[in-house]
Structures are given as C-alpha cells and as structure tokens.
Nanobody, 121 residues
Framework: QVQLVESGGGLVQPGGSLRLSCAAS????????MSWHRQAPGKERELVAA????????NYTDSVKGRFTISRDNAKNAVYLEMNSLKSEDTAVYYC??????????????WGQGTQVTVSS
C-alpha cells in the first residue's frame, strides 16, 4: 500500500518560515520524481516545486523562486519543502506527489492527504 504522509504545516506570521516533510512508503522511492503542489480556497491546485528522482534537478513556480527549496533524502524515503519569507498568498493546503513514468510510458502517480499552511498575522 502506497502512502505519502505530509507534516510540518501550521500557522505562521508573514515573513516566517516552515519546513514541510513528506514520508513515503510502499514505493521504490528513488525511482520517483517528487513534487509539492498547493491549493488555495477557490483556486486550482498548482505545482510549487519539483525534484528529479536522484535529486539532481529542481524547478519552482515563479512566485516561490528564491524563497522555497525542495530537497529529498532517498535513504529516508522523504522529500522536504523549506519555505522562507512566507507571504499571505502562500496560504494553501500543500500536497506531496510521487510520479514515475515507465519506459513503456505507463504513469504511476500518488498523492498525500495534504497539510495546511496558513500565513497570517
């Protein structure tokens, strides 16, 4: 059974920091690209940051560049999102995603249950 369990969300003041964690089980973690997505009330889910299976490449949505850092530890089957200089517009439910596409182009994708991040004074 595949599980992605996010943690680390909470209430933080503008300008503050949070570190999200996502613990994976039931998959060969090192074979999966990992990403963080978020969904604010009334908005569509958006990609925030992604990292390749070996961790050699990352990418970010423009609004978080320079403030957020995605990383992974394949020995611990975990992916992290370090969030600094948080703004009210970062308020959302943050989701962890694991994705693998086979040579035959078959896609495996899994989602966590989400963790709430609220940025407010």
């Amino acid at each position: 059974q595949v599980q992605l369990v996010e943690s680390g969300g909470g209430l933080v003041q503008p300008g503050g920091s949070l570190r999200l964690s996502c613990a994976a089980s039931g998959i060969t973690f090192r074979s999966y690209a990992m990403s963080w997505h978020r969904q604010a009330p009334g908005k569509e889910r958006e990609l925030v940051a992604a990292i390749t299976s070996a961790g050699g490449s990352t990418n970010y949505t423009d609004s978080v560049k320079g403030r957020f850092t995605i990383s992974r530890d394949n020995a611990k089957n975990a992916v992290y999102l370090e969030m600094n200089s948080l703004k009210s517009e970062d308020t959302a439910v943050y989701y962890c995603n694991a994705r693998r596409v086979t040579v035959a182009k078959y896609e495996y994708a899994y989602w966590g249950q989400g963790t709430q991040v609220t940025v407010s004074s």
